[in-house]
């Protein structure tokens, strides 16, 4: 998060305006002498050991300020409290600043009428309602997420019973699957039987195939030639047949016709 960012910030303490270019913001950026973060700014009141909730790791520069991680040990109710009440700030929206304390040279700047931090050393920073630097607070969402997407118990149970449900549809679209593949392989097995002849239905396809063979066979073998009868003759008309009729009765050559 911002830890102190480019503009003009008004101390609580000085109670005057400071300008923090962001030359100086690049070049001072990791000069800490103490890199703890306190429940509260000091004061009249010295610190406690139990009012240090956090360290402030991988300080650096980037985007016009000086950025650093918060580590919240969680070893002191202070610093589990702070804890609790961030993800509270986090869930309503409400913003949690942290306020940096420096030391460093000043300068004026006559011809904008402004005083500018030349130089800073950090020796650390504080929880606070409402900070000097307006850009130094702590998100209340991640990077990039939309505000609908803070996932909340509600949504939680509602994604679980999702998960659950898509669980079941896989499950009974695995009993499914096993049930096809099932059919499948019997189905194989009665094609295989099939395939495979019976040595009677073996003998009764070679004796067809026998069979076609000679008739094709016979079918490819030219008829026998009659012999020859010599010239053609031509049936010479019969002899006149002495009809007798005697009684009634016509015979021929003594039989009755």
């Given at each position: 998060?911002?830890?102190?960012?480019?503009?003009?910030?008004?101390?609580?303490?000085?109670?005057?305006?400071?300008?923090?270019?962001?030359?100086?913001?690049?070049?001072?950026?990791?000069?800490?002498?103490?890199?703890?973060?306190?429940?509260?700014?000091?004061?009249?009141?010295?610190?406690?050991?139990?009012?240090?909730?956090?360290?402030?790791?991988?300080?650096?520069?980037?985007?016009?300020?000086?950025?650093?991680?918060?580590?919240?040990?969680?070893?002191?109710?202070?610093?589990?409290?702070?804890?609790?009440?961030?993800?509270?700030?986090?869930?309503?929206?409400?913003?949690?600043?942290?306020?940096?304390?420096?030391?460093?040279?000043?300068?004026?700047?006559?011809?904008?009428?402004?005083?500018?931090?030349?130089?800073?050393?950090?020796?650390?920073?504080?929880?606070?309602?409402?900070?000097?630097?307006?850009?130094?607070?702590?998100?209340?969402?991640?990077?990039?997420?939309?505000?609908?997407?803070?996932?909340?118990?509600?949504?939680?149970?509602?994604?679980?019973?999702?998960?659950?449900?898509?669980?079941?549809?896989?499950?009974?679209?695995?009993?499914?699957?096993?049930?096809?593949?099932?059919?499948?392989?019997?189905?194989?097995?009665?094609?295989?039987?099939?395939?495979?002849?019976?040595?009677?239905?073996?003998?009764?396809?070679?004796?067809?195939?026998?069979?076609?063979?000679?008739?094709?066979?016979?079918e490819e073998t030219p008829n026998p030639k009659t012999g020859d009868q010599g010239e053609d003759r031509e049936l010479a008309?019969?002899?006149?047949?002495?009809?007798?009729?005697?009684?009634?009765?016509?015979?021929?050559?003594?039989?009755?016709?």
């Amino acid at each position: 998060m911002k830890l102190l960012a480019e503009g003009t910030w008004t101390d609580s303490n000085v109670g005057s305006p400071l300008y923090y270019p962001v030359q100086t913001l690049q070049a001072y950026a990791t000069n800490w002498t103490d890199r703890s973060l306190w429940i509260r700014h000091s004061g009249i009141t010295p610190w406690s050991i139990t009012d240090r909730i956090a360290e402030i790791e991988d300080i650096r520069f980037e985007s016009d300020a000086v950025v650093g991680d918060l580590f919240f040990h969680g070893r002191t109710q202070n610093s589990k409290d702070s804890i609790a009440y961030i993800k509270y700030c986090q869930e309503t929206g409400r913003p949690v600043f942290v306020s940096v304390e420096h030391t460093g040279k000043e300068r004026f700047d006559a011809a904008k009428s402004r005083w500018e931090a030349e130089s800073l050393v950090f020796y650390g920073a504080a929880l606070v309602n409402r900070g000097a630097c307006k850009k130094c607070n702590l998100p209340t969402r991640k990077e990039g997420e939309k505000e609908d997407e803070l996932m909340d118990e509600k949504k939680l149970a509602e994604f679980e019973g999702q998960i659950k449900t898509l669980a079941e549809t896989v499950g009974k679209l695995t009993e499914g699957l096993a049930g096809v593949m099932k059919h499948l392989d019997a189905q194989a097995v009665q094609m295989k039987t099939l395939a495979e002849k019976t040595p009677e239905e073996k003998k009764l396809q070679e004796d067809l195939v026998a069979a076609l063979e000679r008739i094709k066979k016979l079918e490819e073998t030219p008829n026998p030639k009659t012999g020859d009868q010599g010239e053609d003759r031509e049936l010479a008309a019969p002899a006149e047949v002495p009809v007798r009729v005697q009684n009634g009765v016509i015979s021929s050559e003594g039989r009755a016709l």
